[in-house]
């Protein structure tokens, strides 16, 4: 439900607080007012038209994939990192909405937002737990927050504009970063030719995020995943690899493969 997540949200034309207008609807006080989808998401992308994110396919391959628990690894370790408290959880990048759904489980009291630029990933994320409202938002524009609005802030395989995460994030907040390490998936990535992992990932994600803020730690998780043939094709869908693969010359087969991501948090300066 978007409601608890009114409090923190803003007009994208004007910066005011936004309000219900009706069970379909937020409005400013300036007469800006943005269309709550049937499947419960907003649109809050002011009539810009940002690119379509992750289509429909992908989507349902994700949910499909972590509906069976190989990445809960993942979620288990960003809810170990938070610590009790009653402020916005922000999901930047949310896709289906599994992860903030985990943190949310961790955090009894906080509402949670996800905000991605998919439409089929929104209708999921808006259904993922019953404190997570969800929005249309481009993660490269202003972000339709109030300042120092995030307690804790979620960006797990997403893109990252460091100075809005800087200007949402409250000064004792906490930024949990997730990225695929070097020998993620590397069988997948061998065998069929995936996008292989930056060897300087670690760098460019600090480069993005800005001299604004101070890295407290990486740990890398890794679990070993057991994959039938459908589901190593579920999980070349859901990657970034699903752009670039030829779906008819691919014959998917039973794979054991690592998964290993690096979970960094980071503090404001």
Known sequence: MIDGALPYLRCPVCGEGLARS?????QCRQGHSFDIARQGYVNLTAGRSPHPGDTAEMIADRAAFLAEGHYDFIAAALAEMV????GLVLDAGTGTGDYLARVLQSLPDAPGLGIDVSKPALRRAARAHPRAGAALADLWRPLPLADASVS???NVFAPRNGPEFHRVLRPT?????????????RELVGRYGLIRVDPAKAERVAE???????AEGTVTHRRT???TAARTRTLIGMTPSARHVSWDDLRAAEITTTAAIDLTAYRPV
């Not at 009706?22 to 937020?26: C, P, R, S």
């Not at 610590?83 to 009653?86: H, K, S, T």
């Not at 993005?208 to 101070?214: A, D, H």
């Open 152 to 154: 804790v802030l979620l």
């Open 173 to 185: 907040g906490l930024l949990l970063v997730v990225t695929p390490a070097q020998d993620h998936l």
């Open 22 to 26: 009706g069970d379909q609807a937020l």
């Open 83 to 86: 610590r009790p408290d009653d």
């Open 225 to 227: 995943l057991h994959l």
């Open 208 to 214: 993005t995020l800005g001299s604004s803020w101070r």
